[in-house]
Structure formats: structure tokens, C-alpha cells
């Protein structure tokens, strides 16, 4: 995924690194911890939390704005379904 959002930005996968630490902290990283990153990225697999949120977001932007619900959202809508039947069995039933 990180590949496939870094190609829809038009960067490199450390440029993609840098935004997302740059939209999580406020800052860009320095080099030794940007460089420790991106080398247990390459060696492991292993994803930072900031880039796993940054490239989240990003997946899932496209999708709300067709108005369309994204499977994570799924759980909540359910939720808000049943409640709002609930309520509305509940009006029905003090009404009469």
C-alpha cells in the first residue's frame, strides 16, 4: 500500500515517509531516525505508525468523497442503523 499511495502522490517511498512524519509531528524527521525508518521498512517490513495513519487516510479519502461507506466505517454504520430502528420502535411504542 505504501508503494501504491507514494505513486498516487508522485513520490518516492521516502518522500511518502517524510510527509507522514511531517503531518504527524509538525516537523520533518532528521536524517539518522529517518534513515533508521526507512532501513527497518526495507530489511523487515516494518511500518511506523505515522505512515501506517498517513497512508490510511489517504486509502480511504477517495471513498467518502463518492459518498460511499469504506468497509472500516461498516461496524459503525451498523451501529447507528440499529440504534436509529430502536428509537424509532421505541417512539412507535409510547405513542399508542
Same mark, same amino acid.
Given at each position: 500500500?505504501?508503494?501504491?499511495?507514494?505513486?498516487?502522490?508522485?513520490?518516492?517511498? !521516502?518522500?511518502?515517509?517524510?510527509?507522514?512524519?511531517?503531518?504527524?509531528?509538525?516537523?520533518?524527521?532528521?536524517?539518522?531516525? +529517518?534513515? /533508521?525508518?526507512?532501513? +527497518?521498512?526495507?530489511?523487515?517490513?516494518?511500518?511506523?505508525?505515522?505512515?501506517?495513519?498517513?497512508?490510511?487516510?489517504?486509502?480511504?479519502?477517495?471513498?467518502?468523497?463518492?459518498?460511499? /461507506?469504506?468497509?472500516?466505517?461498516?461496524?459503525? !454504520?451498523?451501529?447507528?442503523?440499529? %440504534?436509529?430502528?430502536?428509537?424509532?420502535?421505541?417512539?412507535?411504542? %409510547?405513542?399508542?
Amino acid at each position: 500500500m505504501i508503494h501504491h499511495v507514494a505513486g498516487r502522490l508522485g513520490c518516492s517511498d !521516502r518522500e511518502l515517509f517524510v510527509l507522514a512524519y511531517r503531518q504527524w509531528y509538525g516537523h520533518s524527521p532528521g536524517q539518522a531516525e +529517518l534513515e /533508521c525508518c526507512l532501513d +527497518l521498512f526495507v530489511r523487515r517490513g516494518d511500518i511506523p505508525f505515522w505512515v501506517r495513519g498517513f497512508v490510511r487516510n489517504h486509502l480511504g479519502r477517495p471513498t467518502r468523497r463518492r459518498g460511499l /461507506c469504506h468497509r472500516r466505517d461498516l461496524p459503525k !454504520r451498523v451501529v447507528e442503523g440499529l %440504534l436509529l430502528i430502536a428509537a424509532l420502535e421505541l417512539l412507535s411504542y %409510547l405513542s399508542i
